[in-house]
């Protein structure tokens, strides 16, 4: 099981840049999904809370198991319209995280 991906990170797809990235208009995503676990299966693994605050955005994912139910609540937000290409490198780094951050797998296993 996957969040829903922003996919920040499509947008950084080239090693550098010579012009600005435009970004457009700042956004932000705060999305809660309750997934409730089959009686036959239990979980094997969930991921660990994970935040990032930077000058390009912030995110934070929280998972938590409540009995046969696992919340995972994910915020994430942009804060700038476009970055530079001396800031490309750093911006691709937080874009990867971000990224990384909203693809963490709940792992579920046969319950005995």
């Given at each position: 099981m996957t969040l829903v991906k922003r996919k920040l990170l499509a947008n950084a797809d080239e090693p550098k840049r010579l012009y600005d990235l435009l970004l457009g208009t700042p956004e932000a995503d705060d999305v809660t999904i309750v997934y409730s676990i089959p009686e036959a299966l239990?979980?094997?693994s969930v991921p660990a809370d994970e935040s990032k605050d930077s000058p390009f955005g912030g995110f934070a994912v929280t998972t938590q198991q409540n009995g046969r139910e696992i919340t995972v609540h994910s915020k994430s937000n942009t804060k700038i319209p476009r970055v530079t290409p001396d800031e490309y490198g750093a911006f691709r780094q937080f874009a990867r995280?971000?990224?990384e951050s909203?693809?963490?797998e709940i792992v579920l296993k046969a319950a005995q």
């Open positions: 239990t979980t094997r995280e971000l990224d909203q693809d963490r």
